[in-house]
């Protein structure tokens, strides 16, 4: 393509040479090799175009399952709300639905963890005493002589990574001494 094009070039230049001469005069080889390269273009324009919209399409399929797994998760916290609502009053307590409560929150998290896999998003798996900076960040320092400097004493957010980019830091406080 590039040849063709410093061709016309070419032609363009020698017939800008004669004098008074208007019209641009290329051969029929040229002609019909420029006509070519034209068809050639425009079908390559084609075949990106509807490359273009088959992705536009299945981005939009992609984004509307996840609006409707997130319907879902709406859907259980707002059964969450109503049933919180009818037994945990004071005249009305129920204490077996206080203690279903955990397992319903479990079920809502997993949901969650489910939608999140499908997209490649996993919990960022750290079960050290130490805090790993690669994957953790210290977000408060507590102070502690019962145990040694820089030792986790809680994970207070859960880290999540898709494949190997770190969306969020697992978020520790440690431990200090006092001295």
Do not use: H, W
């Not at 008074?20 to 290329?26: F, M, Q, T, W």
């Not at 609006?67 to 709300?81: A, N, R």
């Not at 809680?154 to 999540?160: A, E």
């Amino acid at each position: 393509m590039k040849n063709l094009f410093e061709q016309i070039l070419k032609i363009f230049s020698n017939n800008q040479n004669k004098a008074n001469n208007d019209n641009l005069i290329i051969t029929k080889q040229q002609r019909d090799d420029l006509l070519k390269e034209n068809e050639k273009l425009l079908k390559e324009k084609t075949k990106l175009q509807q490359t273009v919209k088959i992705q536009q399409q299945e981005n939009e399929a992609k984004a509307e399952a996840l609006y409707e797994e997130m319907l879902d998760i709406y859907d259980s916290l707002e059964f969450l709300i109503n049933y919180l609502d009818t037994n945990l009053q004071d005249d009305n307590f129920n204490p077996k639905a206080f203690k279903r409560l955990p397992k319903f929150t479990a079920s809502v998290q997993e949901k969650l963890l489910t939608i999140l896999s499908r997209r490649e998003v996993e919990k960022i798996d750290f079960n050290g005493n130490i805090p790993d900076f690669s994957v953790c960040q210290v977000v408060d320092r507590e102070i502690r002589d019962d145990i040694p400097d820089q030792t986790i004493t809680k994970i207070v957010r859960q880290g999540f990574k898709m494949k190997e980019k770190i969306l969020r830091y697992v978020e520790v406080i440690t431990a200090k001494s006092n001295n």
